[in-house]
């Protein structure tokens, strides 16, 4: 590390440069008196430079980072970091691909459809993925699992789990040839054992939860997902106050992006479809309003196209927008069938 | 505050039957408890009926795959349909005869007029289930229609529109709150509404697995629109369809003409449910009950 990058005063910069102290190796074995005459400076600002210099040098050779202000990331180190972190597939490879490679970490996403287009099928199946063990590609995380409409059911749960546990089995014979490697340790019941459920039946409870979730997250490292169904439910109701309703789905959105760079977690929203009334005529959109869709950094629109259930990346800084087909099976989130097998399938009903 | 542990829990949600083996089996035990389910069809496709006999068949044990519970029947349409519930109740006695009491006395029915009041009884519905002296404690509410209560009070404007889905939004988070406090099954029947202009902005939303609802050869939607159909768990739809069939009635009759009867078949879809597929299943009812037609 460089002279020029101290947090001093230029003049300070300049009368050590031109003394010939460039590197802040060269600073290091000087005592703050000779240092002073060297500079012609008192012997206490020799003192404060060298004070500097050192919590520079400390900072700059444990780390390896160039931070100045403590905790701070440069853009550099964040891409690696961003690089290292898995994401939470989806179990459905085209979603995977326009997601560019399923949820991230660290980053809160909000998705939203109409009714009975998939949210909690897929909320449910990302609570199942995000326990795939790290041998497998996955996390090794727990879930938590917020549902504030009662549609989490715990039959279905299991159904994706075993579901997911059979793709893994399936995974390893296919890649290994040895028998004991190809032993899948986790179990569907485990799987449902490292989803936290909590029941929310008002919004004075939801924001009680979410205030509470820091002290959960202390508890339960490996908590890796959190996911909302939904954010919206409670606040439809008895909120005349609008900007109160603001206000507080603001300060809700605030901490779980904190809670999500802390902890280093996903965080999923689901969100309910509403018609949004504009120059005489309805248009649907994502419920809670404009000033909440500025909270979300991304979000996912899920719609039907014809009798095919899409995606489409509706907002995001790094994804660029795309729509991907998926279906809802009874092993959970799964690519779209080709077109024939579903003609076929719909004949036969 | 403490999450719920999965596995401490029976591994499925708890399900009330309909008093059809067959139905039960196409909808994985029928009516889960804990949630809203919605029954939508016209007028006339047997959504009293079969909150009726679900009513008496919530009182048949868990063995039988019932809730061993009475139910409280809200009922927004006049009058209550009290001689069919008795019908029902005979053959009700009859086919499961270890009961020694009449079942109606374990159907609470209160009548309901307006939204406000639908409102105002929701405490006292509270804690009436709460401290209940009935024999059998109360485990299934069915309101029978809500769309009777909302579709002559609101006006169609932005403003009545709004306050409209708000109460929605209460009603149900009211129902959902107790349905998981006591573990209630909740039932509401909604109405539909002819599809005029089909295809065109938001009429034409396709809500659920079914891209449209027909029924007697009409496209219908369910009635109270997209804000509500956010309030339910499940919603199924009831069809019907009308059949003309033409016989050749020559061998009975001796007169030469034929003869066209009419029959109705019937058919129960899941626009959608968080625990089951796109699926539906053909039924009829009889003197005796709704009951399911094995394919």
């Keep these: 590390m460089e002279i020029s990058r101290l947090p ?10 031109s003394a010939g102290y460039t590197s802040l190796s ?15 400076i008192s012997e206490s600002e020799a003192v404060e430079i060298l004070k500097v210099a050192s919590r520079g040098s400390r900072l700059g050779w444990s780390d390896g980072t160039n931070s100045v202000i403590n905790g701070a990331q440069n853009a550099w180190d964040m891409l690696h970091e961003e690089e290292s972190l898995t994401c ?30 998939g949210k909690t099928q897929l909320g449910i199946q990302l ?30 749960a299991l159904q994706i789990a075993e579901a997911c546990v059979e793709d893994m089995s399936e995974y390893s014979r296919f890649l290994r040839n040895d028998v004991q ?13 490292n989803i ?13 939860l979410i205030n509470y979730l820091e002290k959960f997250m202390s508890e339960h490292k490996d908590v890796k997902l959190v996911i909302v169904d939904s954010i919206t439910f409670h606040f439809r109701q008895d909120f005349d106050d609008m900007a109160l309703r603001t206000r507080v789905l603001g300060g809700i959105s605030l901490k779980l992006m904190k809670l999500a760079k802390e902890f280093s977690l996903a965080v999923v929203l689901l969100n309910q479809v509403t018609t949004k009334y504009t120059d005489g005529s309805f248009q649907l959109t994502l419920a809670l309003g404009d000033s909440w869709s500025h909270s979300c950094t991304n979000r996912v629109i899920l719609y039907w196209n014809g009798d095919e259930r899409y995606a489409y990346i509706d907002k995001s800084p790094s994804l660029q927008s795309a729509s991907a087909p998926y279906s809802v099976t009874s092993r959970g989130i799964r690519n779209s069938a080709p077109r024939k097998y579903c003609s076929d399938h719909q004949s036969n009903v | 505050m403490r999450p719920q542990h999965l596995l401490h829990q029976p591994l499925t949600t708890q399900k009330c039957t309909l008093g059809c083996p067959i139905l039960d089996r196409c909808l994985g035990g029928a009516i889960p408890c804990n949630s809203i389910t919605e029954l939508v069809a016209e007028s006339g496709s047997g959504k009293t009926q079969l909150c009726l006999q679900l009513s008496l068949s919530s009182q048949l044990p868990a063995s039988h795959g019932g809730l061993s519970a009475s139910s409280l029947y809200l009922h927004t349409e006049f009058p209550f349909p009290f001689r069919r519930l008795h019908q029902l109740s005979t053959n009700f006695r009859s086919s499961h005869p270890c009961n020694d009491h009449d079942p109606c006395d374990n159907i609470f029915v209160q009548g309901v007029h307006t939204v406000d009041q639908l409102l105002d009884i929701m405490p006292r519905i509270e804690s009436f289930i709460k401290n209940s002296k009935s024999r059998l404690p109360i485990r299934l509410i069915v309101i029978d229609s809500i769309a ?33 406090g006591f573990g209630l099954a909740v039932v509401v029947t909604n109405q539909v509404v002819d599809l005029v202009a089909p295809d065109e902005g938001i009429n034409g939303l396709k809500v659920g697995n079914l891209g449209c609802l027909y029924s007697s ?4 939607c369910p009635a109270l629109g997209l804000a509500w159909a956010n309030c339910v768990n499940s919603r199924l739809f009831l069809a019907k369809d009308d059949e003309f069939v033409h016989q050749d009635n020559q061998l009975v009759n001796g007169d030469g003409g034929d003869f066209v009867s009419r029959r109705t078949r019937r058919w129960i879809h899941v626009v959608f449910a968080p625990h089951l597929p796109k699926l539906s299943c053909e039924f009829e009812i009889t003197r005796k009950g709704i009951f399911g037609v094995e394919r």
């Design chain 1, 8 to 17: 001093i005063s230029a003049s300070q910069r300049g009368k050590l440069i």
């Design chain 1, 26 to 40: 060269s600073l290091s074995s000087v005592s703050s008196s000779a240092l002073a005459s060297d500079l012609r």
């Design chain 1, 88 to 117: 939470i597939t989806t179990s459905c490879a085209d979603l995977d691909n326009i997601l560019g490679g399923g949820i991230n970490c660290k980053e809160v996403m909000e998705i939203g459809g109409v009714p009975g287009i």
């Design chain 1, 127 to 156: 609570a199942v993925n995000v326990q795939i063990p790290r041998e497998f590609g996955g996390l090794g995380g727990k879930a938590i699992y917020i549902d504030t409409e009662g549609s989490f059911m715990v039959e279905r």
């Design chain 1, 181 to 193: 490697a190809c032993q899948v340790k986790i179990q569907p019941k485990d799987i449902l054992e």
């Design chain 1, 196 to 208: 936290f459920y909590f029941r929310i039946c008002s919004y004075t409870e939801q924001i009680a």
């Design chain 2, 148 to 180: 009777a209560l909302f579709r002559s009070d609101f006006e169609n404007t932005p403003g009545d529109l709004k306050k409209r889905s708000s109460l929605f939004f209460k009603i149900s988070g009211k129902l959902k709150a107790m349905a998981m």
């Design chain 2, 217 to 220: 050869g009409r496209r219908v």
